[in-house]
């Protein structure tokens, strides 16, 4: 089972995650990152994690 975890305090609203999600589980609501799919979804690639400037996501197995 995959947990992504975002620190919502961090999270600058920039898309970053959004547009890095090859399976589109980020939207921006609010300006803050949401996982709005199943993360059931979750390909475990990582790439919203690096993609994040602040250090706001951390995807866990
Ligand atoms: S690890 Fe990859 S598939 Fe999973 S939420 Fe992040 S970008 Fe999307
Ligand atoms: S990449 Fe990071 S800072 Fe940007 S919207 Fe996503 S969680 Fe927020």
Redesign the pocket.
């Known amino acids: 089972m995959v947990r992504i975890g ?1 620190d919502i305090e ?9 547009n ?1 999600c090859p399976v589109s589980l ?1 939207k ?1 609501v609010n300006e ?2 949401k996982v709005v799919g199943s993360t059931e979804k979750c390909v475990l690639c990582r790439a ?1 994690e690096t ?7 951390t995807v866990n197995e």
Do not use: D, H, Q, W
């Open positions: 975002i961090k999270c600058i609203g920039c898309g970053a995650c959004v890095a980020y921006i803050k990152t919203c993609a994040c400037p602040v250090g706001a996501i």
